[in-house]
């Protein structure tokens, strides 16, 4: 995705599954299967032709980590106990309405979705070139 987001305002925002796995140093079946996934997710859309490709579904500006990483991933939660969606009783907890530990996965939770939530593809991609810009610096 992050490599999507840099092609946004490239000439031909479109990459192949071999220039990603390229990129990304992956193999480009694994590629593949991830940007399947990313398509049916509503992340990145295909197009055929000889500049054909993949591409974001929409701004890089408008994409967070957070939504990447729930698509992906499933809850942010670091417990099930404190998962928004997918919210069950963790197999290690007798009881929990007096688990000592359900109040610290909320707020672990909640630091993690605040964060992952605010930063966008663009925000990365923004502070990738600027870090790459500093080094070569003179």
């Not at 490599?3 to 480009?28: D, G, H, I, K, Q």
């Not at 694994?30 to 579904?57: C, K, N, P, Y």
Request: aromatic share 4%; glycine share 6%.
């Amino acid at each position: 995705m992050i490599e999507l987001a840099r092609a946004e305002t490239a000439p031909s925002p479109a990459l192949s599954a071999s220039a990603l796995a390229a990129r990304c140093r992956a193999s480009v079946k694994f590629v593949e299967q991830v940007l399947i996934d990313l398509q049916t997710g509503g992340f990145i859309v295909s197009s055929r032709g000889r500049f054909g490709g993949r591409r974001l579904a929409r701004s890089a500006d408008e994409i967070t980590l957070g939504q990447i990483n729930r698509h992906m991933d499933g809850p942010l939660a670091p417990a099930p106990c404190a998962s928004l969606t997918r919210h069950r009783t963790c197999d290690w907890c007798q009881d929990e309405a007096t688990c000592d530990l359900r109040p610290v996965w909320v707020r672990v939770r909640d630091s993690i979705a605040a964060v992952m939530d605010s930063v966008s593809l663009a925000d990365v991609v923004r502070e990738s070139a600027s870090r790459q810009a500093g080094r070569y610096a003179i």
